[in-house]
């Protein structure tokens, strides 16, 4: 036992009104011998009982806040200033100390469940372990809503699925009644309606047991469903602090509104291009003199470059670090006029022509479970789909509903089981892939990757071809000699685009190009991908599970539950009056500003064992007996005999189409 | 619009000029790493660095060492220890290089090949290689001298025939983690013939991993064939080996120890040196 811990401070759970607080704090990392500076003199304070979302952008350090207050931020790491927990500085703590710390007061769930959790060991006895016995343990599972507690007891954690995965750590959070709950993205590898049901539970158990929340997102939309507070993070420093509401809806700091005004929702105007933030995050090993947000600040003067801003409270309990008075950033047009007044042409589309078209397309793949037994898994289930030229479609859909797997098999990397893909002309498609790094060989340069589609030309010829293609995706002719590592994200992204169209091909396809990339990047991806399919009159098809994204790239939208298209239909009509009951959970479990989502029950079904009638029947709130029939056959249907809209349900009136709800953005 | 960023590459590490501080660490691995390059020259000069012809008598037999004008003394029909030493370690550390780049080109030809085409390909060229990995070297070695009879190549093929299996298992194992990366789905979709991806796409990635092997296996090669021809499945009599040399002449050890412990003392300098230059290598290629 130590001799700091005070007695009163350990047993009374009242009176205090704070649980833990940053002050100053600075974290220091050596990588490759460079400092990279992840804080730079952060403080703030968590409240008793409060949930605090703290929102940034990748690298910008809100990762390693959450672990230095947990004090696992490691050996490595040099740290000035206090980090405290219940009156406890974490970092001059010895490591005995800070175990101690954890145990009492604190409770940790990380992005991926899979990483913390014991694969070789049943999800009873690690939540046993934490919580101190089974009956204890069964307790909590039942409290954080595991379905058939008892059975799952016995589970191995990759027997679960992706949510209840993420259920079983916040019950190994929760147990032993902690004061703060330190969650880093616990819903960023879960998909909507799973997220919407997690973030409703982290609410719900916060209300019970009444401890804190540090929320650690990058999604503003899921910090505004949750959080209390909100702290905005930029180049480890604090940019803004305040009540959720005041935060996001009435910004004070110029990067904040930038991030609020670059943001997809599905009230986004889709006829303009995306408003985005220029520029990139900047990078922790050199540090911007004065005010970090400076280079891409559209308020910024030379003052900016000197002064580095402490937050000031600009209106009571909002603070802001900005040199700028109030009046002057919120009266300012922080994305500069240019990006608001492009109004995209749209593009021509030939309905008559088919880029590609897919006729009852069907993949299953042998998947081995231990020794010689396979089982099948029905990846795609009888999937058509024609695509215009020049028209952009996109799959929406959860995880494992097989939308990769389609863009595989257009792409021609998977062979059909069976069914028909067509494209016209015969030329390949293209593609661009969600992890844009690992689709670089990475020891070619890019001239050279781009180079390889243009082999046929000349040295001269080459070498031109790739510039302009470079020049085409808004990158300076210098990236030709760069390797893959030396770039940022986004930089990568538009390299792989610009490998895509060198040679434009018929039909783009992308898997979630946008999704591994920064709030403020994601947007100027959009708009590139929507500007080269304009000039290069490509149609693109276009994976993405974010129904908001998927609103702004495409004409139509169609909507995938368990290797099929359930739901087919223009963009605007379908995220604004979905018909088919799973569209309609998935736009109401979007996560946005001023909104409370509809929560769908239950777990995604399994593509191992697709139940009969409507696969989506275990979970539809409209199901009825009929819907469960195996001779049920459904198909998609055409609504009130119009060309666009199809749906497969049986349980829905077709004969008239819902008048889409035009989101009309203000000021426009 | 799309913003262009300002750009600029930053160097890539191999082209960082060489620094000589001493405290770097890469300093030491670079210093290291050409041990390798000094042991060659070494070897390709043992004929200039030799002081008498290691084949033929010289002087009085058995001289200890530093007399009779032996700096290593003789042996026990008057060649000089140091000599044959020169040419020993001469043949030694040719012969190990000589079976490791045999390896490395058969093992890596094979490992690219079932690693890049996967599949049935695979599984046979693994169940072959996993079959030659299983027979033990020295056996082996007997083998092929009786029946192709005593000969200094005949000992090389039998080591590299159990050689290869090594560099085709690593190989093969770096190739098919790349080939799972979708870099190589891209570059089909580019249009990339097989060949072009497993040479372009795919072996550049593994190289590192088997350069590293290869660095760190001369030791166990110099070794290895030390062995051999201590059992006498070396060189044949009058040609300097280190192993042989050293086997031929033990019943000397308590009187004219020079004679066999030289050599023994030679193989575990070459032994040691090769370490050192293979850790080095190692620590450039993977700093982790
Ligand atoms: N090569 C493969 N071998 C075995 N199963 C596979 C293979 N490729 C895909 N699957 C399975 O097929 C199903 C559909 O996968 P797919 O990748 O198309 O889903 P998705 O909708 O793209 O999901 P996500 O949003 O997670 O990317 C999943 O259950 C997946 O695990
Ligand atoms: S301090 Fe200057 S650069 Fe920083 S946000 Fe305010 S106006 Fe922009
Ligand atoms: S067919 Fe039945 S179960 Fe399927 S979506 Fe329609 S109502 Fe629900
Ligand atoms: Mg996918």
Excluded at chain 1, 332 to 337: A, F, I, L, S
Excluded at chain 2, 233 to 241: D, T
């Amino acid at each position: 036992m130590s001799a700091q811990l005070a007695p009163e401070d350990v047993l009374t759970d009242e009176g205090y009104a704070v649980v833990a607080t940053a002050e100053d704090l600075h974290v220091t990392f050596r990588r490759n011998g460079k400092a990279i500076h992840a804080l730079r003199g952060i403080s703030l304070e968590i409240r008793r009982g409060e949930i605090l979302g703290l929102v940034g952008e990748s690298g910008s350090g809100k990762s390693v806040l959450g672990l230095t207050l947990l004090g696992l931020h490691g050996a490595g790491a040099t740290i000035s200033g206090r980090a405290t927990v219940r009156g406890r500085d974490m970092v001059s703590a010895t490591d005995a100390e800070r175990r101690e710390v954890r145990i009492a007061h604190l409770g940790a769930v990380f992005q991926d469940p899979m990483t913390s959790l014991n694969p070789t060991m049943r999800v009873g006895r690690q939540v046993a372990e934490a919580a101190g016995s089974d009956e204890e343990a069964l307790r909590l599972l039942r409290l954080v809503g595991v379905p058939e507690a008892e059975s799952r007891m016995s589970a191995f954690p990759h027997e679960l699925s992706g949510g209840l995965r993420q259920r079983v750590m916040i019950a190994m959070a929760v147990a032993g009644n902690p004061d703060l709950v330190i969650a880093d993205e616990p819903t960023t590898a879960l998909d909507v309606t799973v997220q919407a049901q997690v973030l409703r539970l982290l609410r719900t158990l916060r209300d019970e047991l009444g401890c804190s929340v540090l929320m650690i997102t990058h999604d503003l939309g899921v910090a505004a469903q949750i959080a209390d507070r909100v702290a905005v993070m930029y180049a480890g420093r604090l940019a803004e602090l305040g009540e959720s509401d005041a935060v996001l809806r009435n910004s004070a700091h110029p990067y904040t509104l930038g991030l609020m005004r670059s943001r997809l929702t599905l009230g986004v105007d889709r006829s303009r291009a995306l408003p985005a933030l220029a520029g990139e995050v900047p990078s922790p090993a050199a540090p911007q003199p004065g005010c970090a947000f400076s280079p891409r600040c559209s308020v910024a003067g030379p003052d900016c470059v000197e002064t580095s801003p402490e937050p000031v409270e600009v209106e009571p309990g909002h603070h802001s670090a900005c040199l700028r008075p109030l009046a002057v950033v919120r009266r300012t047009d922080t994305m500069g006029p240019a990006v608001l007044t492009a109004r995209a042409e749209p593009a021509r589309i030939d309905q008559d022509t088919a880029a590609l078209s897919l006729r009852s397309v069907v993949k299953t793949f042998g998947v081995g479970k231990g020794f010689g037994r396979k089982r099948t898994l029905h990846a795609l289930r009888g999937v058509s789909l024609q695509i215009a030229q020049g028209e952009s479609v996109a799959l929406v859909g959860e995880s494992g509903s097989g939308k990769s797997t389609l863009l595989r098999v257009a792409a021609g990397l998977e062979a059909a089981d069976s069914g028909e893909v067509e494209l016209s002309g015969g030329s390949r498609p293209q593609m661009v892939f969600q992890d844009s790094g690992a689709s670089l060989t990475p020891w070619m340069t890019v001239e050279q990757i781009l180079g390889e589609r243009v082999r046929d030309l000349g040295r001269a010829a080459r070498a031109a071809k790739v510039r302009e293609a470079l020049s085409l995706v808004g990158l300076p002719a210098e990236v030709g000699a760069a390797r893959a590592t030396q770039l940022s994200g986004g930089q990568r992204q538009r390299v792989c685009l610009a490998r895509a169209t060198i040679v434009p091909p018929p039909v783009l396809l992308c898997d979630e190009p946008t999704s591994a990339l920064d709030v403020s990047l994601a947007a100027s991806v959009i708009n590139l991908i929507a500007r080269l399919r304009r000039e290069l009159g490509m149609s693109v098809l276009f994976v993405t599970h974010d129904l908001s994204v998927a609103r702004v790239v495409a004409d139509r939208i169609a909507v995938m539950y368990l290797g099929q298209i359930v739901e087919i239909g223009a963009s605007d009509r379908v995220t604004s009056a979905p018909l088919h009951p799973y569209t309609r959970s998935l736009v109401s479990a979007v996560p946005d500003v001023g909104l409370t989502p509809v929560i769908l029950p239950g777990e995604p079904a399994s593509p191992l064992n697709p139940p009969s009638g409507c696969a989506f029947h275990p979970r539809c709130a409209d199901a009825t007996e009929s819907c469960r029939d195996t001779e049920l056959g459904l198909r998609l249907q055409r609504v009130a005999n119009d060309d666009v809209d199809r749906v497969a349900c049986i349980n829905i009136d077709l004969s008239h189409v819902p008048t889409p709800v035009y989101i009309t953005p203000k000021g426009a | 619009m799309a913003v262009a960023e300002p750009f600029v590459a930053p160097r890539p590490a191999w082209r960082r000029p060489v620094s000589l501080d001493l405290r770097a660490p890469r300093t030491w691995s670079i210093i290291g790493a050409s041990l390798f390059a000094v042991m060659t020259l070494i070897a390709l000069a043992a004929p200039l660095l030799s002081p008498h012809d290691p084949l033929v008598p010289v002087g009085i037999p058995l001289a200890g060492p530093g007399h009779g004008g032996f700096l290593l003394g003789s042996d026990s029909i008057g060649r000089d220890v140091l000599s044959r030493c020169l040419y020993g370690m001469r043949a030694s550390w040719f012969a190990a290089l000589v079976v490791i780049a045999g390896g490395f080109l058969i093992g890596g030809l094979v490992g690219l090949v079932a690693g890049s085409s996967g599949g049935w390909i695979d599984n046979l060229l693994m169940r072959i290689t996993d079959g030659f990995l299983a027979l033990p070297a020295p056996v082996l070695a007997i083998a092929v001298v009786a029946s192709l009879g005593p000969s200094f190549t005949h000992t090389l093929i039998a080591v590299s025939v159990v050689w290869w299996p090594f560099y085709a298992r690593i190989v093969r194992g770096e190739i098919s983690k790349l080939a799972a990366r979708p870099h190589v789905e891209a570059a089909r979709l580019a249009g990339a013939g097989r060949v072009r991806i497993a040479v372009r796409h795919l072996l550049p990635g593994a190289l590192p991993a088997a350069v590293v092997t290869a660095s760190l296996d001369v030791g166990n090669l110099v070794l290895a064939l030390a062995g051999l021809s201590f059992l006498g499945l070396g060189q044949s009599a009058p040609a300097p080996e280190l192993g042989a040399d050293s086997a031929r002449n033990l019943s000397l050890l308590l009187q004219q120890w020079w004679v066999p412990v030289v050599p023994g003392i030679a193989v575990a300098v070459l032994a040691v040196i090769a370490n050192v230059a293979g850790d080095s290598v190692r620590n450039l290629i993977d700093p982790a």
